[in-house]
Protein backbone atom coordinates (compact mmCIF):
# COMPACT_ATOMS: atom_id res chain seq x y z
CA UNK A 1 0.00 0.00 0.00
CA UNK A 2 1.44 3.44 -1.21
CA UNK A 3 0.48 6.99 -1.52
CA UNK A 4 -2.75 8.19 0.37
CA UNK A 5 -3.23 4.83 1.85
CA UNK A 6 0.45 4.40 3.41
CA UNK A 7 0.40 2.81 6.96
CA UNK A 8 1.47 6.49 8.09
CA UNK A 9 -1.74 8.34 6.69
CA UNK A 10 -4.80 9.13 7.27
CA UNK A 11 -6.95 5.89 7.31
CA UNK A 12 -9.72 7.05 4.54
CA UNK A 13 -10.75 4.46 2.03
CA UNK A 14 -11.28 6.04 -1.15
CA UNK A 15 -8.97 7.72 -3.61
CA UNK A 16 -10.53 11.33 -3.38
CA UNK A 17 -13.16 12.85 -1.21
CA UNK A 18 -13.75 15.68 -4.03
CA UNK A 19 -17.32 16.44 -4.72
CA UNK A 20 -17.16 18.57 -7.70
CA UNK A 21 -16.67 16.97 -11.34
CA UNK A 22 -13.11 16.81 -11.20
CA UNK A 23 -13.34 13.83 -14.06
CA UNK A 24 -14.78 16.72 -16.97
CA UNK A 25 -11.99 18.40 -17.68
CA UNK A 26 -9.86 15.13 -17.97
CA UNK A 27 -12.56 13.88 -20.17
CA UNK A 28 -13.20 16.32 -22.49
CA UNK A 29 -9.71 16.69 -22.76
CA UNK A 30 -9.29 13.28 -23.80
CA UNK A 31 -12.39 13.37 -25.92
CA UNK A 32 -10.59 16.14 -28.11
CA UNK A 33 -7.33 14.97 -28.64
CA UNK A 34 -8.06 11.33 -29.14
CA UNK A 35 -10.97 12.54 -31.96
CA UNK A 36 -7.98 14.83 -33.37
CA UNK A 37 -5.18 11.96 -33.49
CA UNK A 38 -7.71 9.71 -35.35
CA UNK A 39 -8.49 12.50 -37.76
CA UNK A 40 -4.73 13.46 -38.11
CA UNK A 41 -3.26 9.60 -38.49
CA UNK A 42 -6.52 9.31 -41.29
CA UNK A 43 -5.54 12.63 -43.35
CA UNK A 44 -1.33 11.59 -42.30
CA UNK A 45 -2.08 8.38 -44.44
CA UNK A 46 -3.93 9.31 -46.95
CA UNK A 47 -1.81 11.29 -49.43
CA UNK A 48 -4.65 12.87 -51.77
CA UNK A 49 -6.74 16.18 -51.14
CA UNK A 50 -4.10 18.40 -49.72
CA UNK A 51 -3.49 21.00 -52.80
CA UNK A 52 -6.06 22.52 -54.46
CA UNK A 53 -5.69 26.24 -56.35
CA UNK A 54 -2.97 27.39 -54.10
CA UNK A 55 -4.35 26.22 -50.80
CA UNK A 56 -2.46 23.88 -49.26
CA UNK A 57 -2.98 21.54 -46.18
CA UNK A 58 -0.93 22.37 -42.96
CA UNK A 59 -0.50 19.31 -42.67
CA UNK A 60 1.54 18.69 -45.63
CA UNK A 61 3.74 22.00 -46.18
CA UNK A 62 6.06 22.03 -46.44
CA UNK A 63 5.31 19.39 -48.81
CA UNK A 64 9.20 17.76 -49.79
CA UNK A 65 8.41 14.19 -51.10
CA UNK A 66 8.68 13.50 -54.72
CA UNK A 67 4.90 12.37 -54.60
CA UNK A 68 3.59 15.99 -54.17
CA UNK A 69 1.61 17.89 -56.10
CA UNK A 70 3.91 20.17 -58.14
CA UNK A 71 2.17 22.91 -56.98
CA UNK A 72 2.32 22.38 -53.55
CA UNK A 73 6.06 22.12 -53.29
CA UNK A 74 8.60 24.71 -52.28
CA UNK A 75 10.29 25.93 -55.66
CA UNK A 76 9.29 22.31 -56.78
CA UNK A 77 11.94 21.17 -54.13
CA UNK A 78 11.58 17.71 -53.56
CA UNK A 79 14.96 15.83 -51.92
CA UNK A 80 12.78 12.97 -49.90
CA UNK A 81 12.02 10.08 -52.15
CA UNK A 82 8.15 8.95 -52.95
CA UNK A 83 8.82 5.46 -51.57
CA UNK A 84 10.92 3.87 -48.96
CA UNK A 85 11.63 0.36 -48.36
CA UNK A 86 8.88 -0.03 -51.01
CA UNK A 87 6.39 1.44 -49.20
CA UNK A 88 5.09 4.80 -50.20
CA UNK A 89 5.33 7.12 -48.09
CA UNK A 90 2.78 10.19 -47.64
CA UNK A 91 4.79 13.80 -47.65
CA UNK A 92 2.57 14.66 -44.53
CA UNK A 93 4.25 11.47 -42.57
CA UNK A 94 7.99 13.08 -43.51
CA UNK A 95 6.97 16.22 -41.65
CA UNK A 96 4.63 15.62 -39.14
CA UNK A 97 7.06 14.66 -36.39
CA UNK A 98 7.85 18.30 -36.35
CA UNK A 99 4.75 19.68 -35.46
CA UNK A 100 3.59 16.40 -33.21
CA UNK A 101 7.27 16.73 -31.32
CA UNK A 102 6.65 20.29 -30.62
CA UNK A 103 2.95 19.75 -29.27
CA UNK A 104 4.03 16.42 -27.77
CA UNK A 105 6.50 17.88 -25.86
CA UNK A 106 4.62 21.42 -24.84
CA UNK A 107 4.68 22.03 -21.24
CA UNK A 108 0.76 22.74 -21.52
CA UNK A 109 0.06 19.85 -23.41
CA UNK A 110 2.15 17.45 -21.48
CA UNK A 111 -0.07 18.60 -18.37
CA UNK A 112 -3.39 18.18 -20.33
CA UNK A 113 -2.34 14.34 -21.62
CA UNK A 114 -0.62 13.54 -18.41
CA UNK A 115 -3.77 13.85 -16.53
CA UNK A 116 -6.86 12.69 -19.21
CA UNK A 117 -4.45 10.17 -20.34
CA UNK A 118 -2.70 8.74 -18.13
CA UNK A 119 -4.48 9.37 -15.07
CA UNK A 120 -1.12 10.99 -13.53
CA UNK A 121 -2.69 12.27 -11.91
CA UNK A 122 -6.28 12.16 -13.38
CA UNK A 123 -6.74 15.46 -11.66
CA UNK A 124 -5.29 17.36 -8.24
CA UNK A 125 -6.07 15.54 -4.83
CA UNK A 126 -7.41 12.34 -7.16
CA UNK A 127 -4.96 9.53 -6.47
CA UNK A 128 -3.40 7.89 -9.55
CA UNK A 129 -3.78 4.56 -10.39
CA UNK A 130 -0.16 4.01 -11.07
CA UNK A 131 2.10 1.97 -8.33
CA UNK A 132 5.46 3.33 -9.51
CA UNK A 133 6.24 6.63 -10.79
CA UNK A 134 9.39 8.14 -12.16
CA UNK A 135 8.34 10.76 -13.96
CA UNK A 136 10.50 12.40 -16.64
CA UNK A 137 14.01 11.11 -15.29
CA UNK A 138 13.78 7.93 -17.94
CA UNK A 139 12.98 6.99 -21.04
CA UNK A 140 11.09 7.31 -22.67
CA UNK A 141 9.83 10.62 -20.73
CA UNK A 142 12.99 12.35 -20.73
CA UNK A 143 12.41 13.04 -24.43
CA UNK A 144 10.48 15.65 -23.17
CA UNK A 145 13.89 17.63 -22.85
CA UNK A 146 13.47 17.90 -26.52
CA UNK A 147 10.91 20.50 -26.96
CA UNK A 148 13.47 23.36 -27.22
CA UNK A 149 14.78 21.17 -30.43
CA UNK A 150 11.21 20.95 -31.91
CA UNK A 151 10.65 25.04 -30.76
CA UNK A 152 13.39 25.67 -33.28
CA UNK A 153 11.85 23.48 -36.06
CA UNK A 154 8.35 24.78 -34.75
CA UNK A 155 9.60 28.30 -35.68
CA UNK A 156 11.17 26.96 -39.44
CA UNK A 157 7.15 25.28 -39.70
CA UNK A 158 5.29 28.47 -38.96
CA UNK A 159 7.36 30.33 -41.97
CA UNK A 160 6.60 27.97 -44.40
CA UNK A 161 2.72 28.24 -43.20
CA UNK A 162 2.74 32.08 -43.39
CA UNK A 163 4.53 31.55 -46.95
CA UNK A 164 1.72 29.17 -47.93
CA UNK A 165 -1.26 31.81 -46.38
CA UNK A 166 0.79 34.45 -47.96
CA UNK A 167 0.68 32.35 -51.79
CA UNK A 168 -3.20 31.78 -50.82
CA UNK A 169 -3.76 35.20 -51.97
CA UNK A 170 -3.71 34.58 -55.50
CA UNK A 171 -6.64 33.87 -57.82
CA UNK A 172 -6.92 30.25 -59.47
CA UNK A 173 -5.46 31.45 -62.60
CA UNK A 174 -2.01 32.24 -60.25
CA UNK A 175 -2.71 36.12 -60.23
CA UNK A 176 -2.10 38.51 -56.89
CA UNK A 177 -4.33 40.27 -55.33
CA UNK A 178 -7.19 38.22 -54.75
CA UNK A 179 -8.76 37.05 -51.48
CA UNK A 180 -10.84 33.94 -50.88
CA UNK A 181 -12.30 32.03 -47.55
CA UNK A 182 -9.51 29.59 -48.07
CA UNK A 183 -7.10 32.50 -47.87
CA UNK A 184 -8.71 33.44 -44.42
CA UNK A 185 -8.61 29.59 -42.76
CA UNK A 186 -5.00 30.49 -44.13
CA UNK A 187 -4.20 33.14 -42.50
CA UNK A 188 -6.25 32.63 -38.85
CA UNK A 189 -4.01 29.34 -39.02
CA UNK A 190 -1.26 30.06 -39.30
CA UNK A 191 -1.31 33.16 -37.10
CA UNK A 192 -2.62 30.93 -34.24
CA UNK A 193 0.76 28.90 -34.43
CA UNK A 194 2.52 32.48 -33.87
CA UNK A 195 1.12 32.95 -31.14
CA UNK A 196 1.16 29.12 -30.10
CA UNK A 197 4.88 29.28 -30.97
CA UNK A 198 5.58 32.75 -29.04
CA UNK A 199 3.74 31.86 -26.09
CA UNK A 200 5.61 28.99 -25.55
CA UNK A 201 7.53 28.57 -22.52
CA UNK A 202 10.61 27.65 -24.06
CA UNK A 203 10.11 31.17 -26.01
CA UNK A 204 9.40 33.16 -22.81
CA UNK A 205 13.01 31.53 -21.56
CA UNK A 206 14.96 31.54 -25.01
CA UNK A 207 14.67 35.47 -25.31
CA UNK A 208 15.09 36.40 -21.82
CA UNK A 209 14.06 34.19 -19.02
CA UNK A 210 17.83 32.43 -18.61
CA UNK A 211 19.44 35.84 -17.64
CA UNK A 212 20.06 36.44 -14.26
CA UNK A 213 20.40 40.74 -14.49
CA UNK A 214 17.66 41.93 -16.61
CA UNK A 215 18.84 45.37 -16.01
CA UNK A 216 21.87 44.42 -18.39
CA UNK A 217 19.61 43.71 -21.28
CA UNK A 218 16.80 45.87 -21.23
CA UNK A 219 15.50 45.31 -24.72
CA UNK A 220 15.40 41.14 -23.96
CA UNK A 221 13.78 42.08 -20.58
CA UNK A 222 11.00 44.44 -22.95
CA UNK A 223 10.94 41.25 -25.38
CA UNK A 224 10.59 38.94 -22.16
CA UNK A 225 8.17 40.81 -20.84
CA UNK A 226 5.39 40.58 -23.98
CA UNK A 227 6.21 36.92 -24.01
CA UNK A 228 5.54 36.88 -20.30
CA UNK A 229 2.09 38.58 -21.18
CA UNK A 230 1.47 35.92 -24.32
CA UNK A 231 2.85 33.04 -21.82
CA UNK A 232 -0.33 33.40 -19.79
CA UNK A 233 -2.71 32.31 -22.66
CA UNK A 234 -0.88 29.45 -23.53
CA UNK A 235 -3.25 26.93 -22.87
CA UNK A 236 -6.00 29.09 -25.17
CA UNK A 237 -3.24 29.32 -27.95
CA UNK A 238 -2.17 25.64 -27.55
CA UNK A 239 -6.07 24.81 -28.07
CA UNK A 240 -7.27 27.46 -30.88
CA UNK A 241 -4.26 26.72 -33.08
CA UNK A 242 -5.09 23.19 -33.01
CA UNK A 243 -8.34 23.61 -33.72
CA UNK A 244 -7.33 26.66 -36.54
CA UNK A 245 -4.98 23.44 -38.52
CA UNK A 246 -7.17 21.23 -38.23
CA UNK A 247 -9.95 23.27 -39.38
CA UNK A 248 -7.50 24.16 -42.65
CA UNK A 249 -6.81 21.00 -43.34
CA UNK A 250 -10.69 19.89 -43.10
CA UNK A 251 -11.29 23.10 -45.22
CA UNK A 252 -8.51 22.21 -48.01
CA UNK A 253 -9.64 18.47 -47.97
CA UNK A 254 -13.05 19.70 -48.61
CA UNK A 255 -12.63 22.47 -51.45
CA UNK A 256 -10.01 19.67 -53.13
CA UNK A 257 -12.78 17.11 -53.46
CA UNK A 258 -14.61 19.47 -54.65
CA UNK A 259 -17.21 19.07 -51.60
CA UNK A 260 -16.72 22.58 -50.70
CA UNK A 261 -16.57 25.41 -53.04
CA UNK A 262 -14.03 28.43 -51.99
CA UNK A 263 -15.31 31.56 -52.03
CA UNK A 264 -13.35 34.18 -53.52
CA UNK A 265 -14.58 37.47 -52.24
CA UNK A 266 -12.58 39.54 -54.82
CA UNK B 1 -28.52 34.43 11.20
CA UNK B 2 -27.43 30.82 12.55
CA UNK B 3 -28.12 27.43 10.32
CA UNK B 4 -27.18 24.21 10.82
CA UNK B 5 -24.02 22.89 8.85
CA UNK B 6 -23.43 19.53 8.46
CA UNK B 7 -19.82 18.53 8.89
CA UNK B 8 -17.82 15.45 8.51
CA UNK B 9 -14.72 15.41 10.66
CA UNK B 10 -11.55 12.81 10.33
CA UNK B 11 -10.79 11.79 13.24
CA UNK B 12 -7.94 9.47 14.68
CA UNK B 13 -4.56 8.69 14.74
CA UNK B 14 -1.66 7.02 12.85
CA UNK B 15 -3.61 3.62 14.15
CA UNK B 16 -7.03 3.94 13.31
CA UNK B 17 -9.43 6.63 12.67
CA UNK B 18 -12.57 7.65 10.25
CA UNK B 19 -14.91 10.30 9.38
CA UNK B 20 -17.57 11.97 12.31
CA UNK B 21 -20.84 13.31 11.16
CA UNK B 22 -21.58 16.46 13.64
CA UNK B 23 -24.52 19.02 13.11
CA UNK B 24 -23.04 22.66 14.07
CA UNK B 25 -24.18 26.03 13.83
CA UNK B 26 -22.67 28.27 11.70
CA UNK B 27 -23.05 32.42 10.96
CA UNK B 28 -22.96 34.35 7.95
CA UNK B 29 -19.62 34.93 7.30
CA UNK B 30 -17.72 32.45 8.59
CA UNK B 31 -15.09 30.34 7.27
CA UNK B 32 -14.47 26.68 7.85
CA UNK B 33 -11.73 27.15 10.87
CA UNK B 34 -14.73 29.42 12.66
CA UNK B 35 -17.26 25.98 12.59
CA UNK B 36 -14.32 23.35 13.74
CA UNK B 37 -13.33 25.77 16.34
CA UNK B 38 -17.46 25.66 17.30
CA UNK B 39 -17.50 21.93 17.16
CA UNK B 40 -14.23 21.91 19.39
CA UNK B 41 -15.83 23.92 21.73
CA UNK B 42 -19.32 22.25 22.01
CA UNK B 43 -18.90 18.75 20.68
CA UNK B 44 -15.38 17.30 20.49
CA UNK B 45 -13.72 19.25 23.20
CA UNK B 46 -10.86 17.10 22.05
CA UNK B 47 -10.24 17.48 18.46
CA UNK B 48 -7.15 17.99 17.23
CA UNK B 49 -6.11 20.93 14.96
CA UNK B 50 -3.60 23.30 14.53
CA UNK B 51 -4.01 26.72 13.71
CA UNK B 52 -2.89 30.40 14.21
CA UNK B 53 -3.30 33.52 12.40
CA UNK B 54 -6.57 32.76 10.94
CA UNK B 55 -5.95 35.54 8.33
CA UNK B 56 -4.33 33.01 5.71
CA UNK B 57 -0.61 34.42 6.32
CA UNK B 58 0.32 31.92 8.75
CA UNK B 59 0.07 28.66 6.73
CA UNK B 60 -1.08 26.32 9.75
CA UNK B 61 -4.68 25.37 9.40
CA UNK B 62 -3.89 23.61 5.88
CA UNK B 63 -6.17 20.71 5.62
CA UNK B 64 -8.74 18.91 3.11
CA UNK B 65 -12.03 20.40 3.05
CA UNK B 66 -14.14 18.24 0.36
CA UNK B 67 -11.11 16.48 -0.75
CA UNK B 68 -9.24 20.06 -1.57
CA UNK B 69 -6.01 20.91 0.05
CA UNK B 70 -7.41 24.34 1.06
CA UNK B 71 -6.81 26.80 4.04
CA UNK B 72 -9.67 26.44 6.62
CA UNK B 73 -9.65 29.97 7.61
CA UNK B 74 -9.64 31.05 3.86
CA UNK B 75 -12.37 28.40 3.36
CA UNK B 76 -15.64 30.16 3.26
CA UNK B 77 -18.63 28.27 4.18
CA UNK B 78 -20.79 30.38 2.09
CA UNK B 79 -18.98 29.27 -0.70
CA UNK B 80 -20.30 25.76 -0.41
CA UNK B 81 -24.20 24.90 -1.14
CA UNK B 82 -26.18 25.49 2.39
CA UNK B 83 -27.36 21.34 1.74
CA UNK B 84 -23.98 20.07 0.85
CA UNK B 85 -22.32 18.22 3.87
CA UNK B 86 -18.68 19.41 4.11
CA UNK B 87 -15.91 16.90 4.99
CA UNK B 88 -12.55 18.05 6.53
CA UNK B 89 -10.04 15.79 6.60
CA UNK B 90 -5.94 15.88 7.04
CA UNK B 91 -3.57 16.77 4.32
CA UNK B 92 -3.26 13.20 2.59
CA UNK B 93 0.24 13.42 1.79
CA UNK B 94 2.08 13.45 5.49
CA UNK B 95 1.71 10.91 7.83
CA UNK B 96 -0.92 11.83 10.24
CA UNK B 97 -0.71 12.64 14.30
CA UNK B 98 -4.38 13.64 15.50
CA UNK B 99 -7.46 14.47 14.04
CA UNK B 100 -6.57 17.21 11.91
CA UNK B 101 -2.91 17.38 12.30
CA UNK B 102 -0.28 15.74 10.39
CA UNK B 103 3.27 15.98 10.92
CA UNK B 104 4.94 18.46 7.98
CA UNK B 105 8.29 17.55 9.08
CA UNK B 106 9.19 16.21 5.76
CA UNK B 107 9.52 19.43 4.71
CA UNK B 108 11.56 21.05 6.81
CA UNK B 109 14.20 17.73 6.42
CA UNK B 110 14.13 19.01 2.45
CA UNK B 111 14.11 22.73 3.27
CA UNK B 112 18.17 22.01 5.02
CA UNK B 113 18.50 19.84 1.69
CA UNK B 114 18.67 23.33 -0.59
CA UNK B 115 22.04 25.15 -0.67
CA UNK B 116 21.77 28.42 0.71
CA UNK B 117 22.38 31.82 -1.04
CA UNK B 118 25.68 32.45 -1.78
CA UNK B 119 26.55 35.98 -1.75
CA UNK B 120 29.86 37.43 -3.36
CA UNK B 121 33.17 36.69 -1.95
CA UNK B 122 34.24 40.57 -1.85
CA UNK B 123 30.90 42.13 -0.87
CA UNK B 124 30.70 43.20 2.71
CA UNK B 125 27.66 43.02 4.38
CA UNK B 126 25.44 46.08 4.14
CA UNK B 127 26.91 46.58 0.36
CA UNK B 128 24.86 44.22 -2.01
CA UNK B 129 22.75 46.89 -4.32
CA UNK B 130 20.15 45.50 -6.59
CA UNK B 131 17.63 46.55 -9.17
CA UNK B 132 13.99 46.29 -8.71
CA UNK B 133 13.92 44.74 -12.17
CA UNK B 134 16.64 41.96 -11.23
CA UNK B 135 14.53 40.89 -7.97
CA UNK B 136 10.92 41.21 -8.89
CA UNK B 137 10.80 37.55 -10.12
CA UNK B 138 12.14 35.82 -7.15
CA UNK B 139 10.09 38.55 -5.19
CA UNK B 140 6.62 36.11 -6.06
CA UNK B 141 8.18 33.42 -4.51
CA UNK B 142 9.06 35.09 -0.95
CA UNK B 143 4.87 35.17 -0.61
CA UNK B 144 4.82 31.68 0.00
CA UNK B 145 3.76 31.21 3.55
CA UNK B 146 4.78 27.43 3.74
CA UNK B 147 1.36 26.45 4.17
CA UNK B 148 2.76 23.17 2.36
CA UNK B 149 -0.35 22.60 0.22
CA UNK B 150 1.65 22.51 -2.83
CA UNK B 151 3.85 19.38 -1.38
CA UNK B 152 0.41 17.87 -0.14
CA UNK B 153 -0.93 17.78 -3.89
CA UNK B 154 1.88 16.87 -5.51
CA UNK B 155 1.06 13.55 -6.39
CA UNK B 156 4.92 12.60 -7.09
CA UNK B 157 4.94 12.38 -3.42
CA UNK B 158 0.74 12.41 -2.14
CA UNK B 159 0.82 9.01 -4.54
CA UNK B 160 4.79 7.63 -3.99
CA UNK B 161 5.61 7.77 -0.84
CA UNK B 162 9.36 5.77 -1.87
CA UNK B 163 9.50 9.01 -4.25
CA UNK B 164 10.29 11.60 -0.68
CA UNK B 165 13.74 10.55 -0.16
CA UNK B 166 14.55 11.90 -3.99
CA UNK B 167 11.96 14.70 -4.44
CA UNK B 168 12.01 17.84 -2.92
CA UNK B 169 8.59 19.13 -3.98
CA UNK B 170 7.42 22.48 -5.33
CA UNK B 171 7.63 24.47 -2.67
CA UNK B 172 11.62 23.89 -2.88
CA UNK B 173 10.97 24.14 -6.42
CA UNK B 174 10.42 27.94 -6.20
CA UNK B 175 13.23 28.11 -3.57
CA UNK B 176 15.57 26.87 -5.58
CA UNK B 177 14.33 29.16 -8.80
CA UNK B 178 14.19 32.10 -6.51
CA UNK B 179 17.77 31.44 -5.45
CA UNK B 180 18.93 30.46 -8.99
CA UNK B 181 17.40 33.75 -10.75
CA UNK B 182 19.13 36.19 -7.36
CA UNK B 183 21.17 38.82 -9.08
CA UNK B 184 23.86 38.18 -6.00
CA UNK B 185 23.65 34.50 -6.27
CA UNK B 186 26.67 33.12 -7.20
CA UNK B 187 26.25 29.21 -5.82
CA UNK B 188 26.81 27.70 -9.60
CA UNK B 189 25.89 24.00 -9.70
CA UNK B 190 22.23 24.72 -9.00
CA UNK B 191 20.35 23.50 -11.79
CA UNK B 192 22.34 20.49 -11.84
CA UNK B 193 21.76 19.93 -8.28
CA UNK B 194 17.98 20.58 -8.83
CA UNK B 195 18.09 18.19 -11.42
CA UNK B 196 20.30 15.48 -10.34
CA UNK B 197 19.15 15.67 -6.08
CA UNK B 198 16.41 17.64 -5.49
CA UNK B 199 14.30 15.40 -8.46
CA UNK B 200 13.44 18.25 -10.70
CA UNK B 201 13.40 15.80 -13.56
CA UNK B 202 10.21 13.89 -11.47
CA UNK B 203 7.56 16.74 -12.01
CA UNK B 204 5.12 16.34 -15.26
CA UNK B 205 3.95 19.89 -14.79
CA UNK B 206 0.37 18.76 -13.88
CA UNK B 207 0.16 22.09 -12.54
CA UNK B 208 -1.82 20.86 -9.15
CA UNK B 209 0.68 22.94 -6.78
CA UNK B 210 -0.29 26.19 -8.88
CA UNK B 211 -3.88 25.14 -8.44
CA UNK B 212 -4.03 25.09 -4.36
CA UNK B 213 -1.81 27.63 -3.76
CA UNK B 214 -3.34 30.40 -1.43
CA UNK B 215 -1.04 32.96 -2.10
CA UNK B 216 -1.28 32.51 -5.83
CA UNK B 217 2.27 31.78 -6.80
CA UNK B 218 2.37 30.99 -10.56
CA UNK B 219 4.77 27.58 -9.43
CA UNK B 220 4.87 25.94 -12.27
CA UNK B 221 5.07 28.24 -14.78
CA UNK B 222 7.55 30.72 -13.46
CA UNK B 223 9.44 28.69 -11.04
CA UNK B 224 9.65 24.80 -12.13
CA UNK B 225 9.13 25.20 -15.62
CA UNK B 226 12.14 28.21 -15.76
CA UNK B 227 14.10 25.86 -13.96
CA UNK B 228 13.66 22.93 -16.38
CA UNK B 229 14.09 25.17 -18.86
CA UNK B 230 17.63 25.77 -17.31
CA UNK B 231 18.16 22.80 -16.99
CA UNK B 232 17.77 21.87 -20.70
CA UNK B 233 20.13 24.74 -20.86
CA UNK B 234 23.11 22.91 -19.35
CA UNK B 235 22.16 19.33 -20.31
CA UNK B 236 19.96 19.09 -23.63
CA UNK B 237 19.63 22.41 -25.78
CA UNK B 238 20.81 21.66 -29.59
CA UNK B 239 22.25 25.29 -30.39
CA UNK B 240 24.30 25.72 -27.07
CA UNK B 241 25.65 21.59 -27.84
CA UNK B 242 26.86 22.72 -31.16
CA UNK B 243 28.39 26.21 -29.57
CA UNK B 244 30.51 24.22 -26.90
CA UNK B 245 31.53 21.79 -29.84
CA UNK B 246 32.71 24.71 -31.75
CA UNK B 247 34.65 25.87 -28.46
CA UNK B 248 35.98 22.43 -27.95
CA UNK B 249 37.52 22.63 -31.32
CA UNK B 250 39.13 25.95 -30.90
CA UNK B 251 40.80 24.95 -27.76
CA UNK B 252 42.03 21.97 -29.69
Known sequence: MSGVFSPTRAKIKERTLRTDKWWLEPAITFGVLFSFVIYATFRAFEGANYYKDHLISPFYSPCLSEACVPEATIFGFTPVSAEIFNFALSPALIILIFPLGFRMTCYYYRKAYYRSFWLSPPACAVAEPHTKYTGETRAPLILQNAHRWFFYAGLVFNVFLTYDAIISFKSVEGEWGH??????????SSTLLWFYSLSCHTCRHTVGGRLKHFSKHPIRYKVWTWVSALNHKHQQFAWYSLAGVAFADIYVRQVATGAWTNFYFF | MARKLNLRIWRGDATDGGLKDVQVDVNEGEVVLDVIHRVQATQMGDLAVRWNCKAGKCGSCSMEINGKPRLACMTQVASFDENETITVTPLRAFPVIKDLVTDVSFNYKKAME????????????????????????????????????CQDTCHVIRDHEENKPSFAGPRFFIRIAELDMHPLDMLKNRKRTAQEEHGLGMCNITKCCTEVCPEHIKITDNAIIPMKERVVDIKYDPARMFAGLLKREKRN
Request: hydrophobic content about 40%; proline content about 9%.
Open chain 1, 179 to 188: MSVGSLVLVV
Open chain 2, 114 to 149: IPAYEPPKDLAPGEARMQQVDVERSQEFRKCIECFL
